[in-house]
């Protein structure tokens, strides 16, 4: 194991209490606007900047590639961070936003994390060792039936305009589920699906920030990853999790 998950969880931790702090004094946290649709707010960066510095001294010997700072040198073994998933929830003061860590070896997900300050739960997971919220194992649903089930998807693509958004998809599976939602950060929909709250989560136009962590922490827990055609592979454009049950189904209406 290239890290201890014990270090990781004290450190997205120390994360946590820096992005509570903020998310406590909203009225004075500053928002700017990346694009019309798109924020950042100083929690965002102060976060990124606790975890460049943190994960630098515990593994020197890895890169880094966050959401606002951009990438290090070394790409090639990496922390891959999204230091506030959620941040319009986060700006409105919604608890539903987490911090995303993942590692990346030789272009492998290796270890993860996803920890929700607001709610006080943290995933983690190492490849091959299973995922724990809260240091108990979990587990995706055994839901077989996509007509009893419940989907969690976003729409980061209508932030980007794109003409191909989502909507006809979501459409296509809202008729064929029981239950459908809409949290506001990927990283965490992805832990739902491992922890068997919902029971396939996909989304398109992500980065792989967003996901790298969720998804590791998802198959960990018995999860497909696949893209829409089904393809096995952590693919943020594309992005499908499902608990397995309902993969065959729900990969027809993609
Ligand atoms: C966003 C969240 C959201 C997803 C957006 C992402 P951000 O992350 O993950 O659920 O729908 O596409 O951009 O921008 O708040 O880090
Ligand atoms: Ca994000
Ligand atoms: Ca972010």
Not at 46 to 51: D, G, I, K, P, R
Not at 127 to 144: C, D, L, M, P, Y
Not at 166 to 179: D, H, P, Q, V
Not at 207 to 216: E, F, K, M, P, S
């Amino acid at each position: 194991m290239p890290i201890s998950l014990a270090v990781l969880e004290q450190i997205i931790r120390e994360a946590g209490d820096i992005a509570m702090r903020h998310f406590k004094n909203l009225d004075n946290v500053e928002v700017i606007k990346k694009s019309p649709r798109d924020l950042v707010t100083e929690a965002d960066v102060a976060v990124e900047a606790f975890l460049k510095q943190a994960l630098a001294k515990a593994y020197p010997q890895y890169g880094f590639w966050g959401e606002e700072s951009g990438q290090s040198d070394d790409q090639f073994n990496r922390w891959v961070v999204d230091p506030i998933d959620g941040t319009h929830s986060f700006a409105k003061g919604q608890y539903f936003w987490s911090i995303s860590i993942a590692l990346e070896i030789a272009g492998e997900l290796v270890a993860g994390s996803v920890y929700a300050p607001a709610l006080d739960d943290l995933y983690i997971a190492a490849k091959g060792k299973g995922a724990t919220k809260n240091g108990k194992a979990i587990s995706v649903s055994s839901e077989k039936s996509l007509d009893a089930s419940m989907i969690a998807t976003g729409f980061a693509c209508l932030r980007s305009y794109l003409v191909e958004n989502n909507l006809k998809r979501f459409c296509r599976i809202a008729e064929k589920t029981t239950g459908q939602r809409r949290f506001g950060s990927a990283a965490m929909d992805l832990c739902l699906v491992a922890d068997g709250q919902v029971d396939a989560f996909w989304e398109q136009e992500l980065n792989l920030y967003d996901v790298a962590a969720g998804a590791l922490i998802a198959k960990e827990a018995g999860g497909t990853v696949t893209d829409f055609k089904g393809n096995e592979g952590v693919f943020p454009k594309q992005i499908l999790v499902t608990n397995g049950g309902i993969f065959d189904q729900i990969l027809l209406l993609m």
